[in-house]
């Protein structure tokens, strides 16, 4: 064990047998503990509404309304544009290859285990060459095509017979916001919902946008400010929140109570336990 840790962790410096063996004991020492689990759930107890509970639920929406913001929202169109890697691929000539193994072969220029250096073969390194080549080839392709449709866009906005048009599909988002990075048709992609919202204005068409082997233009169809919803609107959520932070704050002062058990008593867990019913 100790070999490795020289090997792995210590691999570029000399460390000295303290190191060593700190790095030993930290690697080897286990820890045994014991804990109490005190659900906020036994706290929040279904109870009649009352007038005074309204109230206070009000306060409580007055003081919060942050929790409750719904954040700013956008609706776009977008066209997806797949980049024709496989057709690349097929389209990929042997002279082609060769020609590309000849100018970069610094590339493929690679020391074997005794330290030798030696230049991966043509038939080696081809399949590689084929998927950069093929690559280069699909994002030129894909970038002319979404050209020539910025082009059509700007004589016609309409995204739907413009994607038809060239043989592609067009969606539409419905609203999101930019804290879910998810953009509903698309998935889960931060870098494109941050450019979903840099579009200003209603009508507004993004720059294509690569994400992995897609091209995508994005047509804004309307924002929506950030806004707190009216305290009729969410009564119940809010009365929901209320009484799960209520259930916390219970629980936590539970926690406080038992935890001084064990500091002023000496009492184990085990003990708390016992006396106050938890497994």
């Known amino acids: 064990l100790i070999l490795k840790l020289k090997t792995t962790v210590f691999n570029e410096v000399s460390p000295s047998p303290k190191d060593i063996e700190a790095a030993f004991i930290k690697a080897e020492t286990k820890a045994q503990i014991s804990y109490l689990v005190i659900p906020a759930g036994d706290f929040n107890q279904p109870t009649m509404v009352s007038a005074t509970e309204n109230v206070e639920i009000m306060n409580y929406y007055n003081q919060n309304k942050d929790l409750f913001r719904i954040p700013e929202q956008v609706n776009i169109e977008y066209i997806d544009i797949p980049l024709p890697l496989e057709k690349a691929k097929e389209n990929i000539s042997e002279e082609q290859i060769k020609s590309y ?160 058990l064990v500091k002023k008593q000496g009492k184990t867990l085990e003990e708390i336990s016992q006396v106050a019913n938890l497994a």
């Open 101 to 260: 193994h000849e100018q970069h072969s610094e590339e493929f220029k690679q020391k074997d285990s005794q330290g030798k250096e030696k230049t991966l073969t043509i038939l080696q390194a081809g399949p590689s060459i084929r998927e950069k080549l093929a690559l280069e080839t699909a994002r030129t392709q894909a970038n002319a095509l979404a050209g020539n449709i910025q082009t059509e866009l700007a004589k016609n906005a309409n995204m739907q017979k413009t994607a038809e048009k060239f043989g592609l599909k067009a969606g539409q988002s419905g609203f999101f916001s930019e804290r879910e990075m998810t953009i509903p048709g698309i998935g889960f992609v931060p870098l494109l919902t941050r450019e979903a919202f840099r579009l200003e204005y209603a009508g507004a068409i993004s720059l294509p946008i690569q994400w992995q082997s897609h091209l995508y233009i994005f047509k804004l169809i309307e924002r929506k400010p950030s806004v707190v919803p009216p305290f009729e609107q969410i009564q119940e959520q809010v009365r929901t929140r209320y009484k799960e932070d209520l259930a916390n704050k219970k629980a936590r002062e539970r926690a406080t109570e038992l935890l001084d």
